[in-house]
C-alpha cells in the first residue's frame, strides 16, 4: 500500500471572550500575581460563557481551519475532537460538531489522552489519510475545562482555561507534512492528575459532590517533575525517528501548562526563547486545547514558513505523551 504525504492544510481557533485575570483571582483564592507568573508565567485565562459548552467552542476554531484550508464541511471525511470536557458522555462532542457543521459525509468520534490528545489526534488522523482511507480530517483540540476547575482550590484554578484549536489534514506535496510521531502512555501514573467522579468507578452522588471528586486533582510537584523529563525526551525520540535534529528545529510547539516546563525543554533542546510559540499568560493551561491553539496563532503571526521544520510536543494526565515532526 503506498503512503502520501500528509500535512496540515489549515489552522484556526477560538478563545472565550471573558477573561480571567491573575488580580480576580486574589480576590478567590489565598494567592497573588506574582506567585502565579514566576511559579507558572501565566497573567490571565479564558472563560467560556454559561451558553458556551466544548462543541461550541469547537465549531468556531472548525469553521476558520476549513475555510483556511479552501474547503467546505461536506469536504471532510473525519472529526476527530480530542478532549476530556465533552459537551457529554454520549453523543460524542465529534457527533455534535459534525451536526453543527453540516459536514454530513464525516465520521466522528472523541479521543481522550488529556493534553496530549491533540498529538494522538494528529497521529491517527495522519495514518488514516496516508493510507488512502479518508482525503481530509478535521483534528479538533476543545476544553471547557473552567466546568471542572474548583476555584477554591488555590493550587489548581490559577492553572486552568478553555479554548479550542483546529486542523484540517490533507495530502500535501512530497518532503512536506508529518515525518515522524512519538506517543506514550505510564498509566501507573493515572492517580497523578485525574476527575475520578462522574464515571462507573464513582458515579454521581451527593457524596461524589460533597467530596467534590468531580473537579481536577492534581499532584502537582510529580507532574512537573513527569513534565520536565518528558518533553525533551520525547521531542528528541521524535527527531530521531525523522532523522532530523534540533538543529533543524525552526519553531516549537509545546504544551502550554507551565513556562519553567517549556523552559526546561528549551534548555535541553539548545533552543532560545524565540523559537518556541508561548502564549500561556494569555491563555493558562487549556488541556487538549493548548498546542492547536498555539499553533494557530503562530501562523496567524506570521512565524511559520514553507519549508519550516516544526516540533509539536505535550504530555497530561494518563500519564501521557506525545511529539511530533511537521514540516510546513
Known amino acids: 500500500m503506498s503512503l502520501y504525504p500528509v500535512g496540515i492544510i489549515g489552522t484556526g481557533k477560538y478563545v472565550p471572550e471573558r477573561i480571567l485575570t491573575n488580580q480576580e483571582l486574589e480576590q478567590m483564592v489565598e494567592t497573588n500575581d506574582e506567585w502565579i507568573v514566576t511559579r507558572t508565567g501565566i497573567r ?3 472563560l467560556a460563557s454559561a451558553e458556551e459548552a466544548t462543541s461550541d467552542l469547537a465549531l468556531h476554531a472548525s469553521k476558520k481551519a476549513i475555510a483556511a484550508a479552501g474547503l467546505t464541511a461536506e469536504d471532510i471525511d473525519l472529526i476527530i475532537v480530542a478532549t476530556i470536557t465533552p459537551d457529554m458522555f454520549f453523543p460524542s462532542t465529534a457527533c455534535l460538531l459534525q451536526d453543527k457543521l453540516g459536514a454530513k459525509k464525516a465520521a466522528a468520534f472523541d479521543l481522550s489522552a488529556a493534553c496530549s490528545g491533540f498529538i494522538y489526534g494528529l497521529a491517527t488522523a495522519s495514518n488514516m489519510i496516508a493510507t488512502g482511507m479518508y482525503k481530509h480530517v478535521l483534528v479538533v483540540g476543545a476544553e471547557t475545562l ?3 476547575t474548583d ?7 490559577i492553572l486552568f482555561g478553555d479554548g479550542a484549536g483546529a486542523v484540517v489534514l490533507g495530502q500535501v506535496e512530497e518532503g512536506r507534512g508529518f515525518r515522524s510521531f512519538e506517543l506514550g502512555a505510564d498509566g501507573s501514573g493515572g492517580d497523578l492528575l485525574k476527575v475520578c467522579g462522574g464515571g462507573s468507578r464513582v458515579p ?3 457524596a461524589s459532590l460533597s467530596a467534590k471528586q468531580h473537579f481536577i486533582h ?3 510537584n510529580d507532574v512537573f517533575k513527569f513534565a520536565v523529563r518528558i518533553m525533551g525526551s520525547a521531542a528528541e525520540d521524535a527527531l530521531q525517528k525523522a532523522g532530523m535534529t534540533k538543529e533543524d528545529i525552526n519553531l516549537l510547539v509545546p504544551h502550554q501548562a507551565n513556562i519553567r516546563i517549556i523552559n526546561s525543554a528549551l534548555t535541553r533542546l539548545d533552543l532560545s526563547e524565540e523559537k518556541a510559540m508561548i502564549n500561556l499568560h494569555k491563555y493558562g493551561n487549556m488541556s487538549a486545547a493548548s498546542i492547536p491553539v498555539a499553533l494557530a496563532e503562530a501562523v496567524e503571526e506570521g512565524r511559520v514558513q514553507q519549508g519550516d521544520c516544526l516540533v509539536l510536543v505535550g504530555f497530561g494526565g494518563g500519564l501521557t505523551w ?3 515532526v511537521l514540516v510546513w
Not at 476555584?151 to 484554578?157: E, G, L
Open 218 to 220: 492534581m499532584a502537582g
Open 44 to 46: 490571565e485565562r479564558r
Open 151 to 157: 476555584y477554591t482550590d488555590r493550587n489548581t484554578c
Open 204 to 206: 454521581a452522588s451527593e
Open 146 to 148: 473552567s466546568r471542572i
Open 322 to 324: 506525545g511529539a511530533s
